[in-house]
């Protein structure tokens, strides 16, 4: 004998449309917040690492002095801690990093020794690659952190 399906349980075997879309709604707006959030961030996490970043320049400058008596030149450049200028006294081997770093947004830092402000001036360019700037266009300065 077949068995008798009643008119509930054929009415309970899917998701009516207004449940998928009210399913869809959500996730939509969930997904809105969740791009809202991560993409102000991003910039928030770029500013953050370049000013990392120039904490550790800085140490490897101190360090190059420590070692020679006086900062590279802005001749020598950042560079100097990556390549042994002919200048340097004393030199680890490896140096003091292993790269020239750059920015964040993939800018070089820019040195100039002796600076205006201090034996040496390193900042980067910001976002926008350009001297000033606002927000996240805005120069980040060793003197600044």
Known sequence: ????????????????????MIVVA???????????NVAGNTDKA??????????SIKQALDLYKLDNYRYPSTEQGLEALVVKPDTARNWPEGGY?????????????????????????????????AEGGE???ADI?????
């Open 46 to 55: 770029l500013v953050t690492a370049t000013k990392s970043d120039l904490q």
């Open 97 to 129: 990093l292993s790269k020239v770093p750059l920015d964040k947004w993939d800018n070089p830092y820019v040195y100039i020794s002796p600076g205006a402000n201090g034996p040496f001036d390193l900042y980067s360019l910001g976002g926008d690659g």
């Open 26 to 36: 959500i996730l939509g707006i969930l997904a809105t917040l969740v791009v809202v």
């Open 135 to 137: 927000g996240m266009g």
């Open 141 to 145: 300065s060793i003197h600044d952190l």
């Open 1 to 20: 004998m077949k068995a008798v399906k009643t008119h509930t349980a054929l009415r309970q075997q899917g998701f009516t449309l207004i449940e998928v």
